[in-house]
């Protein structure tokens, strides 16, 4: 069950917009409410670590054609995390971080006659659309959110 945004930052890697897997440095943890702070990224990029891994969780529920989870109120800081020191926010991230926080939040609706699937594809590619505007290193690994 999905209850703490803190569960979900479990994938602690080094990589950043440059590089796709630069030193990736994954760690297990075994206790959802403890929280590894190895490496200090901005707000923001704790923010996409964590979107990916409940994304990657929300994956298996797609595929098992049962949401169990809610829409994380948590996703809604993209408005506001602060990034890190080369970026900072303009119109195109606002753009089209308004239409991921829309697209992710259709895969919990209950009344779309749009298969989950797609619904939930139509939201990684808004990840990987906004990820070719400024930050391309991670796509590699976003494409892997996507259900073939
Ligand atoms: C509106 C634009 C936008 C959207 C939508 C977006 N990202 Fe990002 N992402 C960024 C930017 C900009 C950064 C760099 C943030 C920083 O360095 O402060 C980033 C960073 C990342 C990182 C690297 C974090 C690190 O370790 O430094 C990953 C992984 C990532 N995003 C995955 C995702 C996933 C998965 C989604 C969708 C579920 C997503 N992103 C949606 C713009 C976006």
């Known amino acids: 069950m999905l209850k703490h945004f803190g569960y979900f930052i479990l994938i602690i890697s080094l990589f950043n917009c440059n590089s796709a897997e630069k030193e990736e440095k994954a760690v297990t943890i075994v206790d959802g409410t403890e929280r590894y702070d190895v490496y200090q990224g901005s707000e923001m990029a704790n923010l996409m670590k964590g979107m990916y891994a409940y994304n990657m969780q929300l994956k298996q529920e797609v595929i098992d054609g049962k949401i169990v989870s809610e829409f994380p109120e948590e996703f809604l800081k993209i408005h506001t995390a602060k990034f ?3 970026k900072s926010r303009n ?3 606002d ?4 239409k991921f926080i829309e697209a992710q939040k259709l895969v919990f609706s ?4 749009t298969p989950l699937k797609e619904r939930f594809n139509n939201g990684i590619n808004l990840c990987i ?5 400024e930050c391309t290193g991670p796509i590699p690994k976003i494409k892997k959110l996507l259900i073939k």
Do not use: K
Request: charged share 15%; net charge negative.
């Open 129 to 133: 659309t906004c990820h070719q505007t």
């Open 110 to 113: 209950e009344d779309s006659n």
């Open 91 to 93: 119109q195109t991230f």
């Open 95 to 98: 753009h089209y971080s308004g």
């Open 84 to 86: 890190s020191e080369s």
